[in-house]
């Protein structure tokens, strides 16, 4: 099988970048369905108007109503097409952007990105994660390209709350570790091949500048500056964290998160927050050394990641609540399966139980950086 590497035609990253999502749009359509949150559109809203206004293409706002569904979905693919649309952007966050893809795809427009946080790896890839209605992780759906742009605003998203960029950090913290499963084990990946060099090189660098950079600028954003090492963590947690687990594959950590989302005291959590507790939970499966577990828990806890099953929300682990989120993680068309031995729910359960222990532990040999995120 081939190796193969995919990534989004163009990523803008930089200050004020928003002030231009006219002009980017305006090369790819006419007219273009902005979807954007109520709150995203007092915020943006003005200023992409008039970013429309200034170039060639007219745009209509859609207001998201909350859950990447089908039933979301299909709705706003209607409104695309009664409107007359020809391009889909998406503002705001991972649901927003995995919807407006979907959209797009059903629709047979392109697609722009516009992020206003840096909380997920969402942006740049050729899928979307589907949830149920209620939240429940339902499948991924994939799709024949990436999207077209990815516009990043530097200045909008160093302004959002800290909290999410540190999600976001979770999410890319992933990439590495799984990347390195998939290709230990010959798995095919989210682009539909296998792991090549390429892809592992990104995923390294997306490790490496989390561990330079995090800490530094998580500091940085609580004292509202957007300094070099932001600018650095921004990448890591959007192109770098997106190429990385696209081409390098998914593995343990995600497939973990999809099986906390069926507890409902897991759904005030952001999606990089579960990942986070993921991996610790994926690199327990796998017995990697103790030096090594050990660096991994002493970022997660400066930078204020969950690294226990209470700071995930979950008071009363019982045994059977845990099995049916190892039983969820386990599903046949999930990424657990990409992990280079057998895993089965008995493993997964024992994991997670273990994972917790030894966050436990880390929480009183460690200390965070700065101030609380949750």
Same mark, same amino acid.
């Given at each position: 099988?081939?190796?193969?590497?995919?990534?989004?035609?163009?990523?803008?990253?930089? $200050? &004020?970048?928003?002030?231009?999502?006219?002009?980017?749009?305006?090369?790819? &359509?006419?007219?273009?369905?902005?979807?954007?949150?109520?709150?995203?559109?007092?915020?943006?809203?003005? *200023?992409?108007? /008039?970013?429309?206004?200034?170039?060639?293409?007219?745009?209509?706002?859609?207001?998201?109503?909350?859950?990447?569904?089908?039933?979301?979905? %299909?709705?706003?693919? +209607?409104?695309?097409?009664?409107?007359?649309?020809?391009?889909?952007?998406?503002?705001?966050?991972?649901?927003?952007? %995995?919807?407006?893809?979907?959209?797009?795809?059903?629709?047979?427009?392109?697609?722009?990105?516009?992020?206003?946080?840096?909380?997920?790896?969402?942006?740049?890839?050729?899928?979307?994660?589907?949830?149920? %209605?209620?939240?429940?992780?339902? *499948?991924?759906?994939?799709?024949?390209?990436?999207?077209?742009?990815?516009? =990043?605003? !530097?200045?909008?998203?160093?302004?959002?709350?800290?909290?999410? #960029?540190?999600?976001?950090?979770?999410?890319?913290?992933? !990439?590495?570790?799984?990347?390195?499963?998939? =290709?230990?084990?010959? /798995?095919?990946?989210?682009?539909?091949?296998?792991?090549?060099?390429? /892809?592992?090189?990104?995923?390294?660098?997306?490790?490496?500048?989390?561990?330079?950079?995090?800490?530094?600028?998580?500091?940085?954003?609580?004292?509202?500056?957007?300094?070099? $090492?932001? *600018?650095?963590? @921004?990448?890591?947690?959007?192109?770098?964290?997106? @190429?990385?687990?696209?081409?390098?594959?998914?593995?343990? +950590?995600? +497939?973990?998160?999809?099986?906390?989302?069926?507890?409902?005291?897991?759904?005030?959590?952001?999606?990089?927050?579960?990942?986070?507790?993921?991996?610790? #939970?994926?690199?327990?499966?796998?017995? @990697?050394?103790?030096?090594?577990?050990?660096?991994?828990?002493?970022?997660?806890?400066?930078? &204020?990641?969950?690294? #226990?099953?209470?700071?995930?929300?979950?008071?009363?682990? #019982?045994? *059977?609540?845990?099995?049916?989120?190892?039983?969820?993680?386990?599903?046949?068309?999930?990424?657990?399966?990409?992990?280079?031995?057998?895993?089965?729910?008995?493993?997964?359960?024992?994991?997670?139980? $273990?994972?917790?222990?030894?966050?436990?532990?880390?929480?009183? %040999?460690?200390?965070?950086?700065?101030?609380?995120?949750?």
């Amino acid at each position: 099988m081939a190796r193969i590497f995919i990534s989004p035609n163009r990523y803008i990253q930089g $200050a &004020g970048e928003m002030k231009k999502v006219g002009e980017y749009t305006a090369n790819l &359509g006419s007219k273009a369905l902005v979807l954007v949150s109520q709150g995203g559109k007092k915020r943006s809203g003005a *200023e992409i108007e /008039a970013s429309f206004k200034a170039s060639k293409a007219s745009c209509q706002f859609e207001i998201f109503n909350g859950e990447c569904s089908r039933k979301e979905i %299909d709705r706003i693919a +209607a409104v695309v097409k009664g409107a007359g649309c020809d391009i889909v952007v998406g503002v705001g966050g991972g649901k927003i952007f %995995d919807t407006a893809k979907s959209v797009a795809n059903q629709a047979g427009t392109p697609v722009v990105i516009c992020p206003t946080i840096a909380a997920t790896d969402a942006p740049c890839s050729a899928l979307s994660v589907i949830y149920t %209605d209620d939240g429940k992780f339902e *499948e991924y759906e994939f799709f024949k390209a990436n999207p077209n742009v990815v516009i =990043m605003d !530097t200045d909008i998203i160093s302004k959002s709350p800290v909290r999410l #960029t540190v999600s976001g950090i979770g999410d890319a913290l992933a !990439t590495y570790f799984e990347a390195r499963a998939c =290709m230990r084990s010959g /798995a095919v990946t989210c682009a539909g091949g296998k792991t090549g060099g390429a /892809a592992m090189a990104v995923a390294k660098l997306c490790f490496d500048t989390l561990m330079a950079e995090g800490v530094k600028a998580k500091l940085a954003l609580e004292a509202h500056a957007c300094t070099e $090492a932001v *600018e650095k963590i @921004i990448e890591a947690n959007t192109l770098l964290s997106g @190429i990385g687990f696209e081409s390098g594959g998914l593995a343990g +950590a995600h +497939a973990i998160h999809n099986g906390f989302t069926i507890l409902p005291e897991c759904h005030h959590m952001y999606h990089g927050e579960k990942v986070a507790f993921g991996t610790l #939970t994926q690199l327990v499966l796998e017995d @990697i050394p103790q030096e090594e577990l050990q660096a991994v828990l002493r970022f997660c806890v400066a930078v &204020g990641l969950p690294v #226990t099953m209470k700071q995930l929300g979950i008071e009363d682990p #019982t045994p *059977e609540k845990i099995m049916s989120v190892a039983k969820a993680a386990c599903a046949p068309n999930d990424t657990l399966h990409n992990m280079p031995f057998e895993v089965t729910p008995e493993k997964v359960s024992a994991a997670i139980f $273990a994972a917790d222990a030894i966050g436990r532990q880390a929480l009183k %040999d460690y200390k965070p950086v700065g101030g609380e995120t949750r």
